[in-house]
């Protein structure tokens, strides 16, 4: 699975949680996408370059619906929403580790010294 792929390449400290029944997708306003948001211009020339010599393959569930991030910190805080607004739409991994590592160094600045 991508997303356990994921937390174990980039050693992420918290738990990933796979919404399969779409309950906090649709809580955090994410939303499908129409046909020229999914297949338009714009949605292939990004996953060409996403592609860089990979085999596309055929999708496996809901092609409409768009993806977003949420990250909440152990404390039930929110620390990142994006909402995607196209299927390449993403924020980086980068960006994700940082809010991690922002959350990170809060947390041990707020323990009693």
């Known amino acids: 699975m991508i997303a356990e792929n994921y937390a174990r390449a980039t050693a992420f400290p918290w738990p990933i949680l796979l919404d399969r029944s779409r309950e ?21 020339w990004g996953y060409l370059k996403l592609l860089r010599g990979r085999k596309l393959r055929r999708p496996t569930d809901d092609v409409h619906q768009l993806g977003g991030d949420v990250l909440i910190d152990p404390k039930g805080t929110v620390c990142l929403h994006h909402v995607g607004r196209t299927p390449i ?22 323990q009693p010294q």
Do not use: N
């Not at 906090?24 to 292939?44: E, K, N, Q, T």
């Open 24 to 44: 906090l997708y649709h809580a955090y306003h994410m939303d499908r996408g129409g046909w020229w948001v999914i297949f338009g211009p714009s949605s292939w």
């Open 89 to 110: 739409d993403r924020p980086s991994v980068e960006s994700l580790l940082e809010a991690v590592r922002s959350r990170q160094s809060e947390d041990v600045s707020d």
